[in-house]
């Protein structure tokens, strides 16, 4: 009788301990699967947010004027213009390496 009973508690044990790392991995899985979700809706939302404030900012009368006269170069009457050239650089003018101290030298005392 004690030996039955030994089987069928070990049996019992296993089975819920099956069933509770099942259900652990399980709700590993989802928790893994909302956090996800949860970072791609916040990156959608912060995208909409952007996407809006682009069209938003594309539609507005004063933002299109302002690209336009940029872009042909225009000014208002009231407006003044400076216009201020492109920096181009500047070469460097290139110095000779000196020749070795022995040679000058050799230069100085065979010229004479």
Known sequence: MSLIRKI???????????SFSRSFFDYKKNT????????????????????????LKKND????????????????PEEKTILIPDISPTPVPLTPTPAPVYLQWWEIFMKK
């Open 32 to 55: 893994q699967f909302y956090t996800d979700f949860k970072n791609q809706y916040f990156a959608e939302k912060k995208k909409n947010l952007e996407l809006k404030t682009q069209f």
């Open 61 to 76: 009368p004063h933002e299109v004027e302002k690209n336009i006269r940029n872009k042909l170069n225009l000014s208002r």
């Open 8 to 18: 069928i508690f070990i049996t019992l044990v296993l089975f819920l301990l099956f």
